[in-house]
């Protein structure tokens, strides 16, 4: 594992030498983990400032680094331990509770000559950059989360098979909670279910909130503050399913429909419509072949074309690895032409408000010979 | 509820009016709540860009807005749902996904008189203010978060009702899970317990991760990529729980240790030191006579006088409202000044590596006779 990272430093380091930027400072984040293969924890659902946070993370510069700055409340020991395997770590400084940040970020800018030129996270905090302007007034910023991201959007060997591993598990996670649906239960129970299930399989939680969603004829919603309400299956009911887990670090996304009872004649056909634009837009995911702009077409063109264009009201997928939703992204301003070892979400859907909502959705690596699924369940539709 | 945002966009708007700030741009977040009262969606475990995510905010300035601008993909309705029934808003400016954002920044700037002096969230995005600077590289940026903190640290009538309901509804939580509590569940199953009792119990969700920890003699911990792994009860074992939910827009946060049988008398005297500088430090919570350093060190001096200050390895607490953690910190660097209204977690913690974890946690308010614990459960050790 060892060559993978110093590889793909050794390229954002190159970059920056191109770029005349002296020196980076990539927070604690998806980009850091493909750097330097540190793990970020998964976000808590309402912010947790803890001391220093806005200075947790790692400068890199073409010659020195990876430099970590980690407060030693909460964060010290997680970083000590995953850096013990990783050579290539070149240090970790951690900052005390008691540390004022101005000279701490005033050091650490000095240890890497004080550049005038700093690549930063495009997530990093507007406090981390008003912070290091304090230090030098002549301080310039580049968004290198742009350069990380282009690097990021082709993955490689090791990781197609993570993320095939994810895939997998995520076949096996729907397939069991298939097996437990029942009359009466609700969105949230099924949600819950998908949560629980994906821990049976290993992994380390959900890569998002689970959503389920029931509509269907004559079925009355609730309006609740919880994405997942208290809507029941009922016969005629239709469940979407949108939910994704966390496997090695790396995530996975995925979609189908079931319908409680053999559905009706017209959802039948929005289930084969969502399934045509799913199939002819994989079809389509050839290497150098396609944009993703163009891939959105080919997909959207499909709805459209039976006339159900306005019910799909969002762009066809997006990027997916380390974070669930990642660059490029599949809709009209996104010019990137695919290329093998992209991987995409591909999820067109139907959604008629109060009526129903039909959608499938698989993570697909782009290949020499069109996508390839890395997920497989069915996508006939289902019936409980 | 109407005047409580009027009054403090008023205040936001002076503040503005006496930095010289020409415009603030407040990144969707929980300073925008409380201004305005346009709650944001939950963060999801791993990051989920989507077009225009950097703009997802509002303007406000001296004279104008909010202006919320708001990605039409997944935002749009969820903020205008929110803003029926709130006047206040001035305007929702929906970013479409065939939008270029430079146009957009552009425009929304010259909407606010191209300010020089902007004021942003502390949190804002590097990527929001590189985009901001390609507008016109003459802006300068100001941390508004740093006055919206000091506003929110000091809870009104209504925000402390709130947080009362939230830490009776903990409790409640709490008192549930108890129940079930069996030897032989793992962390994971007392976690997922937990969770769910707080939706029965009408909760949003967890404020942040749920956190149990099973420690004691002999009990063998599994190195899992979990922080719920999978150690089970067994007679002898220590529970530490550490958990809040979210309640109307506001959060709890919360702890309690459980012995599995009667605890040896050392167990005891930790239980005991650690009751003993929590009460101390709830005692001390008088408005206008004590600082949060202060407080700080009479929890820290109770253990330390115990000859226990080594296990002792955290801040005493966090300010809490909005955010599970948001400021004053009670740690050594604060010298706020404790006021009416204000409220902290009060949390002082012995842990023995591989031996035992003692934890106490209530949010409590403080007032002019001392502190107020708002959960309120007991703190006698609780055996099972």
Known sequence: ????????????RQWMVDEKIDASFIMMSSDLQYL?????QPHNPTDDDKHADELYGAFISPEGGPLFVVPRMGASSYVRKQAEDKPWIEDIEVVDDGDRLCPVAEDLLDRFGSPRRLGVSGRAWARTLLLFQRVSDEIQFTDASQKIAAMRAVKDANELCVMREAGEMTDRVFAAVLKRLRLGMTEYDIAREVDHQMIICGATGASFHTGITVTGDDIPRRDTQHRNGDTALQPGAVIAFDFGL???GYVSDFGRTVFCGEPDEEFKRYHDVVMRAQAEAIEAMESGQITAAGLNRVARSVIEGDGLGQYFTHRLGHGIGIDVHEPPFLYQLDETTLQSGMCFT?????RIPGRVAVRVEDVVQVTDSGGVPLSNFSRDYLVI
Chains 1, 2 share one sequence.
């Not at 594992?1 to 954002?12: A, G, H, V």
């Not at 330097?36 to 970020?40: A, L």
């Open 346 to 350: 591909v999820e067109p859907s139907i």
């Open 36 to 40: 330097t293969g540190i793990r970020r």
């Open 1 to 12: 594992m060892d060559s993978i990272y110093r590889t793909r430093m050794r390229r954002f």
């Open 246 to 248: 966390i496997w090695k």
